[in-house]
């Protein structure tokens, strides 16, 4: 594996507010019911420290102070509307929209600590909000990680967008690999995704056999509409089942025909985030 190319899994802004309040003292803050529009997802997170600063991403800034502010007056967890619909008049959101968020001076830190746990071992997680919120459940996911093989600029290109991204990524080269074998040391969940990204073809057939037969719920390979029948001839006269071979997208990305290898690493990821994104769209 390149090591200088190879970028630790970052957490998302809800796993680290969830860190952060497996700490005494860490209020935290979760959306539980969205009015109209908004920037986050129902179930966003930010955790309160005792002086007031915050971990995690809830608004893009025009909510935090605020709600740092309110936690420190709070004495037991209760559901506030902030935005559309709210008692207060001297606080308003930008986007018109009306959130419920539940304050929670002090969570459970054993299923904070638990859930955190979880989530460091690649497993989903869930912790109870409570009876006071419309959100009875909040619902976690391992971080989006990135499996990339293949050669040439592009690995460098997938690796360097994955880090300003905050995205796990692991990048293996020809040099890590055997040709004919399939990787050693790579472990495929259902949140990580596969991409192959070859000049030379003959070295993925091992390595693609080996991506769809697991759990990544992304396997995605460069190459053209000749390069994708090709492979998948290849696979099938392998033996590969017809179900396995489906799961394959090629060619990869959301632009078609990219003419260099940046252009080639946004595309691709983008779609792979899109599809990520779906998943957590779900929970």
């Known amino acids: 594996m390149l090591a200088d190319l190879t970028i630790e899994i970052v957490r998302d802004e809800d796993h680290l507010a969830l860190a952060a309040a497996c700490q005494p003292g860490v209020g935290l803050c979760t959306i539980v019911q969205i009015e109209g529009s908004f920037s986050r997802r129902l179930g966003a997170q930010l955790a309160v ?31 506030v509307r902030y935005g559309r619909g709210s008692s207060r008049i001297d606080f308003r959101l930008p986007c018109g929209g009306g959130l419920d968020i539940l304050l929670d001076p002090e969570p459970d830190r054993g299923a904070c600590r638990s859930a955190f746990a979880a989530l460091q071992a690649r497993r989903p997680a869930r912790i109870a909000l409570g009876g006071e919120s419309h959100l009875p459940n909040r619902t976690y996911l391992p971080a989006l990680k990135l499996v990339v093989l293949g050669e040439g600029p592009e690995l ?22 055997a040709l004919g074998q399939a990787a050693q040391n790579v472990r495929y969940d259902p949140w990580t995704a596969c991409l192959l990204l070859f000049h030379d073809h003959e070295w993925e057939l091992a390595l693609l056999e080996q991506a769809v037969a697991s759990e990544a719920f992304y ?65």
């Open 49 to 79: 420290l005792p002086d007031g600063s915050t971990v995690g991403d809830l608004a893009d800034g025009c909510l935090e102070s605020q709600l740092a502010s309110n936690m420190k007056q709070c004495v037991e967890r209760r559901v």
């Open 156 to 177: 460098e290109a997938v690796a360097s967008l994955c880090s300003a991204m905050r995205i796990g990524v692991e990048v293996f080269s020809r040099n890590d690999l």
């Open 219 to 283: 396997v995605g390979a460069q190459g053209g509409e000749r390069a994708r029948s090709d492979r998948t001839l290849a696979l099938a006269a392998r033996g590969v089942p017809e179900v396995q071979i489906a799961r394959l997208t090629s060619p990869v990305g959301l632009t078609p025909a990219c003419k260099s290898p940046r252009t080639l690493a946004l595309s691709a990821l983008s779609e792979i985030v899109g599809r990520f994104e779906q998943m957590r769209a779900v929970i």
